[in-house]
């Protein structure tokens, strides 16, 4: 197998292109998390959609089509764009975007940053997003994770434990803020 075709199949099978969450469940998504997803389906429906179609249309003008490498890559390539175009339209549609703060700031919720102190003493901050925004390098983490699980709807002081494979954590909250840090 090709390394090409093997990112092929790595694309298809991307953690992006996750199914919807079952009937019932919301998803939310920050409004930075929802600008993110328009601006990717907007590159890829005006900007690189049409430049791969471009670019089948000239290797077709080529002539035989079973032998060419360009024309059939660029076929898949524009089979990807129209999976991920068809993906985010839907996810867009399905997400719940929350931009207001909740009614009471001193408890976990959905978009909050939280300061974290573990039982050595160290502190982290993570902010708690939707499934579609996580990033563990910026300290997003989705509201489906287990320490997220375990912060949400509790308060500043608070101590919870989160279960891992490697043995459970204990955490206590130090913070909790709606805005990021200045």
Do not use: C, H
């Amino acid at each position: 197998m090709s390394a090409r075709s093997i990112r092929y199949k790595v694309l298809a099978m991307s953690t992006r292109d996750r199914p919807p969450p079952p009937a019932g469940k919301k998803s939310y998504i920050t409004p930075e998390g929802a600008k993110r997803l328009r601006a990717e389906l907007d590159q890829l429906w005006t900007v690189e959609r049409p430049r791969v179609t471009q670019e089948v249309a000239d290797a077709a003008a080529q002539g035989d089509r079973s032998e060419n490498a360009e024309y059939i890559y660029g076929k898949r390539r524009l089979r990807e764009i129209d999976r991920r175009v068809r993906f985010l339209s839907k996810r867009l549609d399905a997400v719940t975007v929350v931009s207001e703060p909740p009614s009471d700031p001193n408890r976990v919720f959905f978009g909050a940053w939280v300061t974290l102190e573990d039982e050595d003493g160290t502190e982290v901050t993570y902010r708690i997003v939707g499934p579609d925004e996580s990033d563990v390098d910026k300290g997003w983490i989705s509201m489906e994770a287990p320490v997220a699980k375990a912060l949400l709807g509790k308060r500043d002081g608070d101590e919870v434990t989160v279960r891992r494979p490697k043995g459970d954590i204990t955490y206590t909250i130090n913070a909790i803020r709606y805005a990021p840090a200045s």
